[in-house]
């Protein structure tokens, strides 16, 4: 099966989700390929899952004094930092059928590109259900999948880099919560590329690229027009509104 | 917590299912409940379904049937064709339970 393989690129939080949401809806109209894509967040961002509540997870004061957008993601899951500098994102985004049935499975099949790439950079990582990656007893990657009208899609972040001092300052942690101790505690759950290499975010892409790429036919293109036109319409009246940040 | 102008009484609880995700209920209750607020980092497909169980739980009779009302979300996710990942029927109705009684003091 033909996949369509979109280059690294930075887009705000409201576009990157948009567009994820737009290529669902041109894949189901038949207009565009099964799709991967990779990308980062400019201005970093926190997402969070599709039921969390934004005032339970987030500091939105902190986060506007930051600079941190904030956006509620089509997939369920926790809040995220997403870091410019510090991780990549991807999505993968197909028909159903391209992908096992069972939920768990379908993680499982997609993350085992993921494990694949960190291999090749020397980083022995493992799947561990529901939705993580972990080397060792610590995360390097989370995941979140959603199935709507017959299209599968699933996005998830590499850590390259973790700053978990500034995570713990946008994410609405109990403030009694918050001592060193916590924070060492997370620090021992979350680990990152640059933790066991020193190798260029670069490399990152092109060892996710090759193994995304290993099993499929993939052609090598970019966003549509039509694509970012309503990925841009979907930002401005969807992701980026009150309504549906604030849904829960 | 106690509630607003209709008497009410908020609860809160709040679930981490071992292995699985968090669970969070926000509920308004005096006799019967009459708000259910579900978040959390679970899973469910359809996602609009989570509507369907807080609509559903919106008028439950205390002290709670759990039994009932877990086979009542059992059979709404089987009827569409639903698949709800991290926490369980079960998770929802204890976690409820837990908002309408440890707040209520």
Redo the contacts between chains.
């Keep these: 099966m033909q996949f369509r393989m979109i280059h690294f690129r930075y887009f705000d939080a409201f576009m990157n989700m948009a567009l994820d949401e737009a290529i669902m809806e041109g894949i189901r109209a038949g207009k565009a390929l099964p799709t991967i894509r990779f990308y980062g967040w400019k201005p970093s961002a926190i997402s969070i899952g599709y039921f969390q509540g934004v005032r339970n997870e987030v500091n939105l004061e902190a986060c506007r004094e930051a600079g941190v957008d904030v956006i509620r993601r089509m997939t369920g899951g926790g809040a995220v930092y997403h870091d410019t500098e510090g991780e990549v994102t991807y999505s993968i985004i197909g028909p159903l059928s391209l992908f096992p049935e069972n939920i768990l499975e379908s993680y499982r099949y997609i993350c085992g590109d993921l494990v694949d790439a960190f291999a090749t950079l020397e980083i022995n990582a493992h799947f561990e259900p529901i939705n993580d990656i972990m080397v060792m007893d610590q995360k390097i990657s989370g995941n979140a999948q959603t199935r709507r009208g017959g299209i599968l899609l699933q996005h998830g972040t590499i850590l390259y880099r973790v700053d978990v001092e500034k995570m713990f300052t946008l994410l609405n942690v109990d403030k009694v919560k918050v001592s060193d101790k916590l924070i060492k505690s997370v620090k021992k759950r979350v680990t990152s590329i640059s933790d066991y290499s020193d190798v260029p975010i670069k490399k990152v892409i092109k060892a996710l690229e090759k193994s995304f790429s290993w099993d499929r036919e993939i052609i090598r293109a970019g966003y549509s027009a039509e694509e970012m036109a309503r990925a841009r319409q979907l930002a401005e009246e969807k992701y980026r509104t009150d309504a549906w940040v604030a849904m829960r | 917590m106690k509630g607003d102008e209709n008497q009410m009484t908020r609860g809160k609880a709040v679930k981490k299912v071992p292995g699985?995700?968090?669970i969070?209920i926000e509920a308004d209750y005096e006799e019967i409940v009459s708000d259910v607020?579900?978040?959390?980092?679970?899973?469910?497909?359809?996602?609009e379904c989570?509507i369907k169980i807080e609509q559903m739980l919106k008028g439950s009779r205390l002290p709670l049937d759990k039994p009932v009302l877990m086979n009542m979300i059992e059979s709404l996710l089987i009827k569409e064709h639903a698949?709800l990942?991290?926490v369980s029927a079960e998770d929802i109705i204890s976690t409820l339970e837990e908002a309408v009684t440890c707040s209520s003091a």
Excluded: N, Y
């Excluded at chain 2, 607020?37 to 996602?47: S, V």
């Design positions: 699985g995700k968090l969070r607020k579900i978040t959390g980092d679970f899973f469910l497909h359809p996602e989570l698949d990942i991290g």
